[in-house]
């Protein structure tokens, strides 16, 4: 008889934190240091966002699996996603400038940004990118990625905020690498 009630009230503690909705502020860091300007510049347009779920960045599960509460990201997620390119792109060595008249520019949609929670924090990102340098279309090339973002112990907004970041991360090294590929050439 204890040991039911005690894996009634585990049960019951782990599910009532799964009932708050999280709140995050989607936040990036570089994975990547500062290289030499390599003089070439680049103007980068606001990503466009075409999320399916646009009010929600995630769901937090209680102990049984059940989806109970949203994660509900405080920034723009379309901006997040720019501001981080943005990021990566000056500290690969490009040049950013807000003209119009750049030749070589690079739009974007972002069509995933996703952190699904129950044992593990599951993060997904997928984005649509073009470079186009003089009208040209140098890539159209779609982008994914999912990361892991470890246990979850307490279904933390940090948490969520870290698995997404992680995440998006992994897709920019992809994007960067090829944007890289097709304008850096020896």
């Not at 690079?106 to 003089?134: N, P, Q, W």
């Amino acid at each position: 008889m204890k040991s039911r009630f005690l894996a009634f009230i585990v049960i019951l503690l782990m599910s009532g934190c799964a009932w708050v909705d999280r709140k995050p502020i989607l936040t990036y860091s570089s994975f990547s240091t500062p290289q030499p300007q390599n003089k070439i510049i680049l103007k980068v347009v606001p990503f466009e966002d075409k999320r399916t779920i646009r009010n929600t960045v995630g769901y937090s599960r209680n102990g049984f699996g059940t989806r109970c509460a949203k994660v509900i990201p405080q920034n723009n997620v379309a901006e997040w996603v720019t501001n981080a390119l943005k990021l990566e792109l000056t500290n690969a060595g490009y040049t950013l400038s807000e003209e119009e008249n750049v030749p070589t520019k690079i739009e974007g949609v972002v069509f995933d940004v996703f952190c699904d929670t129950y044992f593990t924090y599951d993060g997904r990102a997928s984005l649509k990118v073009y470079l186009k340098k003089d009208g040209k279309v140098l890539i159209d090339k779609d982008y994914s990625s999912t990361k892991s973002g470890g246990v979850n112990w307490a279904a933390t907004s940090e948490s969520f905020a870290k698995t997404l970041k992680m995440t998006l991360q992994d897709v920019l090294k992809q994007v960067v690498f090829d944007i890289s590929k097709e304008l850096i050439k020896e």
